[in-house]
Nanobody, 123 residues
Framework: QLELVESGGGLVQAGGSLRLSCAAS????????VGWFRQAPGKERELVAA????????WYTNSVKGRFTISRDNGKNSVDLQMSSLKPESTAVYSC????????????????WGQGTQVTVSS
């Protein structure tokens, strides 16, 4: 049974940085795309960044381009999200999930969600 566990969240001031980690156990995630999602209070969950199986392709939502970087270490069965120049509107619970669909941005293909990690950005 695949389990995804997110870590690295916390409280940071605007302009600061955080590095989130998604660690997989129970099954290798080498054969899956991995996406980082976030859900702010009262808002729908949105895909923030995604990375292909090999790590050769990435996708970012427009609001985080140039500030967030997704990477993966298939040897460690993990995917990281480096977040810089954080803004208060980045405050949300961040979760990772895997997908077997072709397009990274195909949100309907993601499943096996982790519990999430809270990111709070103060102004």
């Amino acid at each position: 049974q695949l389990e995804l566990v997110e870590s690295g969240g916390g409280l940071v001031q605007a302009g600061g940085s955080l590095r989130l980690s998604c660690a997989a156990s129970g099954r290798t995630i080498t054969n899956y795309h991995v996406g980082w999602f976030r859900q702010a209070p009262g808002k729908e969950r949105e895909l923030v960044a995604a990375i292909s199986r090999s790590g050769g392709n990435t996708w970012y939502t427009n609001s985080v381009k140039g500030r967030f970087t997704i990477s993966r270490d298939n040897g460690k069965n993990s995917v990281d999200l480096q977040m810089s120049s954080l803004k208060p509107e980045s405050t949300a619970v961040y979760s990772c999930a895997i997908s077997t669909r072709y397009y990274l941005e195909d949100t309907g293909g993601y499943n096996y969600w982790g519990q999430g990690t809270q990111v709070t950005v103060s102004s």
